[in-house]
């Protein structure tokens, strides 16, 4: 897979995505062409991966400036708040929705005053959705520069669900550092995990990386312990949906066991996501919302029911990993280490 996958992008009058549910088996386009369906996509999972979901929600907000039927920009604005709700409520885990959401609304309350008519508003608000998938992909390529001397010579790397190209802009916040070990010559090898229940490991990660030329293995969740015990691990890079004041993360269920496994077995434990992503107006990451998806996606594989009748699934989406597990945040402004309350404002304020 080339550097220039698109995973979201703006086409005419829609947001274009990659339909993650059907891959690795089909690669289809879906076309966006109503704030209803930029939601749907995101609710449903269509799209994934926190700066996907933030691009995608820019292109949302715009798309909902374009097919306003404000006469004034006022009324254009309202509408904005509305739809900056509507969307908001998709997921509630991965910062990067609201902040992208945050930021087109800002956009434009900044512009109203300026502006004459809501559809000179509008066009403004598509230029800003692109400059948000622009700097997106600017962030990825910066955390690869940031992250890839980190992973030895002849590393071997394990990553858990998708923090790659399908999850950002294009090149992707946890693999960008692979990428570019990768492109630089160096001789890596990836462990994946499957990433259970939705597979995005084996789906979506192994694709990628498959597609690539990187080496990999593809393991289940419940192998990555005897793999480090074994010695077959350097290092562990994944990504993350929400970094909060005191460096602790949300991301998918299962990273906080594996930063445990790590920790027991003196193997480094790197997040590695945009500054987007960390949200400073949270003390710590008790107070992050985790979103609860259906059982369905626990006791069906591949729609198939795979557990008894009748018998009940829990399914947190993501769990939080402390702080003082984690070895260092890797950001496009560099990497933070402990303590990381105090670098993680350095680079969210872009000191």
């Known amino acids: ?103 087109l609304l800002t956009k434009a309350r900044q512009l109203s005053a300026e502006v004459a008519t809501p559809q000179a508003l ?27 001397p980190l992973i030895p010579a002849g590393g071997r790397v394990l990553t858990h669900c998708n923090a790659g190209g399908l999850a ?3 090149y992707g916040t946890a693999l960008a550092p692979m990428r570019t070990a990768f492109a630089q010559g160096r001789n890596i090898h990836v462990w994946v995990d499957e990433t259970r229940p939705f597979l995005q490991g084996a789906r979506l990660t192994a694709w990628e990386l498959h597609q690539a030329g990187i080496s990999l293995t593809l393991i289940t969740d419940n192998m990555a312990g005897y793999m480090m015990k074994s010695g077959k691990v350097d290092c562990v890079i994944v990504g993350a949906d929400r970094i909060v004041a005191n460096g602790d993360t949300a991301n998918k269920i299962g990273t906080y ?14 997040i590695a996501a945009p500054t987007s992503t960390i949200d400073l107006t949270m003390e710590h990451g008790d107070l992050i919302p ?37 070895t260092g945040i890797i950001t496009e402004r560099g990497v933070v280490t402990a303590p990381f309350a105090e670098g993680l404002r350095r680079v969210k304020e872009g000191a």
Request: charged fraction near 20%.
């Open 1 to 103: 897979m080339s550097e220039e996958l698109r995973t979201v992008w703006w086409e005419a009058d829609a947001v274009c995505l990659i339909d993650q549910l059907l891959l690795p088996h089909e690669q289809v386009v879906v076309r966006c062409t109503t704030p209803e369906l930029v939601a749907h996509a995101i609710k449903s999972m269509q799209v994934r991966g926190a700066p996907a979901i933030g691009c995608t929600a820019a292109y949302g907000m715009a798309l909902i400036a374009l097919q306003s039927q404000a006469e004034t920009v006022p009324a254009l604005l309202a509408d904005l708040e509305a739809g900056k709700v509507m969307l908001d409520s998709q997921r509630p885990t991965a910062v990067n929705l609201a902040w992208a959401t945050d930021r």
């Open 257 to 270: 066991s594996l930063a445990i496994l790590a920790r027991a077995h003196n193997i480094p434990f790197y």
């Open 122 to 148: 509008a066009a403004a608000l598509l230029d800003e959705g692109h400059a948000v998938l622009n700097e997106d992909l600017a962030m990825c390529h910066a955390i690869g520069d940031h992250g890839a």
């Open 168 to 170: 950002t802009a294009g």
């Open 290 to 326: 985790i979103e609860e998806r259906s059982e369905e996606e626990v006791t069906h594989l591949g729609g198939r029911m795979i557990a008894p009748v009748g018998v009940r699934a829990a399914h947190p989406a993501f769990d939080v990993t402390p702080a003082e597990l984690i």
